[in-house]
């Protein structure tokens, strides 16, 4: 991932939040039939290997996982985003010499691909996984709420992933590059705006 010294996130603690902010990961692999792209929600084990481990599923009838990966998987997390007008800068009004950009959070996680089918492994991704998005709400459901049996039939049509971790990015272009002016201009802009991730980008716009 390209990234600039100025929107680079260097510490780990700050790169492993911003992944389990983002729900939803691209899991990606290079393979003889071309390259392949999963959209599929991740979990984050800290405290697996020496950078962490990635746990998520397919479904078996997805080709993904049993076409032979070339080289590491890449697994893409992307934060809240939003488009940045020029007409925000004040310094447009100054030398007109800016132009459109877009603000975003990503991180890029790099990995050997580990796909698994035991039964008992499978739970325990999915249990983690539901426990993970239904810990907000008053009455989360459970992987124990449905019966037994169709939860064993619902496990043998997926597919496990493992993901050891060996490479970790992390980027926040967030108008870091930009006069303190021009980025007050942006966090109004967005503010006044409330397009989708707008309020969320504009927190994220350093004072």
């Known amino acids: 991932?390209?990234?600039p010294s100025a929107f680079v996130v260097e510490d780990k603690a700050e790169v492993y939040e911003m992944i389990k902010q983002c729900h939803l990961a691209s899991f990606i692999t290079a393979t003889p039939a071309g390259p392949m792209a999963t959209p599929l929600p991740m979990l984050l084990e800290e405290s697996e290997g020496g950078l962490g481990v990635l746990y998520g599923?397919?479904?078996r009838p997805n080709p993904h996982w049993e076409c032979s990966a070339i080289g590491e998987a890449l697994a893409v997390f992307m934060g809240p985003d939003a488009y940045v007008?020029?007409?925000w800068y004040p310094s447009k009004a100054e030398h007109?010499?800016?132009?459109p950009t877009w603000n975003y959070t990503s991180v890029q996680v790099s990995g050997p691909a580990e796909f698994f089918h035991d039964a008992d492994r499978l739970l325990d991704v999915v249990g983690r996984l539901t426990r993970r998005h239904e810990a907000?709400?008053?009455?989360?459901?459970?992987v124990t709420d449905a019966p037994q049996n169709y939860i064993s039939a619902q496990l043998r049509g997926i597919v496990g992933i493992r993901m050891p971790?060996?490479?970790?990015?992390?980027?926040?272009?967030?108008?870091?590059?930009r006069s303190e002016a021009d980025r007050q201009g942006v966090r109004a802009g967005l503010i006044e705006r409330q397009r989708m991730h707008d309020p969320a980008v504009a927190?994220?716009?350093p004072g």
């Open 85 to 87: 007008t020029p007409s």
């Open 136 to 142: 907000d709400r008053a009455s989360p459901w459970a």
């Open 165 to 177: 971790i060996s490479k970790i990015a992390g980027k926040r272009k967030m108008s870091q590059n």
């Open 1 to 3: 991932m390209y990234t």
């Open 96 to 99: 007109g010499k800016v132009v």
């Open 203 to 205: 927190a994220l716009v």
């Open 57 to 59: 599923h397919l479904a």
